[in-house]
């Protein structure tokens, strides 16, 4: 089933990449002071009192103070993000259908956590930057509409991630991003809000139980024509008279 081979392939990620941050911190415990986590706990048990500065606490680790600690810092920043992007893709990629499938989708859900890092980076400190990014963004004309509206929610999520990788709560990024992708792989794998003969989202796990397509109709000629008459049969021999040898 392919919803059971998803949640397998989610659930062996996840553990795997546990294993390995969980292996990294106990060979080098002082490597949790220069990493992006805590984040969350920053923000939510000291406030700031004037929004308008911004959140600097949460997004600067306890011991970084050199060049190198800050690259280090930025990169896993940006590893984070990205690793918490990847097994978004994958949901995307087995539920989403294949008439509506956006191969550009993908690529978005994987870049754009990586972009939005650095860019809260950037301008988290600084208000006069913020306003800067607004106005280029709303300079730049993006004509790419998205197919539907479940779309727009792996768009979100991969903001999402991003911002929580940029203001140093990794752990954020990748709470949401089990959340978002068990959350799908829960509504695909009960196929919740299904209905015959409906526009279909998610793709269909049963394939068997579609309906046969139709035969196509023979083509109506247009009113005051005829149809092309084909090859006249053999007319049948006259049966002999009686009497006749």
Do not use: H
């Not at 709303?138 to 929580?164: C, E, P, Q, Y």
Request: glycine share 10%; aromatic share 8%.
């Amino acid at each position: 089933m392919k919803a059971f081979q998803l949640f397998v392939k989610l659930t062996a990620y996840y553990v795997v990449i546990g294993i390995i941050v969980f292996a990294a911190l106990s060979v080098f415990p002082a490597l949790r002071e220069y990493l992006p986590v805590g984040g969350v706990e920053a923000l939510i048990s000291q406030p700031d009192t004037n929004p308008l500065e911004g959140s600097a606490r949460a997004a600067t680790a306890q011991q970084v103070g050199t060049f190198g600690e800050s690259i280090f810092w930025l990169t896993a920043a940006i590893v984070g993000a990205l690793l918490t992007a990847i097994p978004v893709s994958w949901v995307y990629m087995e539920i989403r259908t294949g008439e509506e499938y956006d191969q550009s989708l993908i690529s978005t859900i994987l870049i754009l956590p990586v972009v939005v890092t650095g860019i809260v980076i950037i301008v988290q400190n600084s208000l006069a930057l913020a306003f800067a990014l607004a106005g280029i963004a709303g300079a730049v004309r993006f004509k790419n509409s998205l197919k539907s509206s479940g779309d727009a929610l792996f768009i979100l999520i991969s903001v999402g991630t991003g911002l929580a990788a940029g203001i140093g709560a990794v752990e954020l990024a990748i709470v949401m991003g089990l959340g978002f992708n068990y959350a799908f792989l829960l509504l695909w794998a009960t196929e919740y809000g299904e209905r015959a003969g409906m526009k279909r989202y998610m793709a269909d796990l049963d394939p068997t139980n579609c309906p046969p397509a139709e035969a196509p109709l023979a083509p109506v000629p247009p009113a005051g024509s005829t149809l092309p008459a084909g090859p006249t049969p053999p007319a049948a021999p006259a049966p002999p008279m009686p009497g006749s040898s």
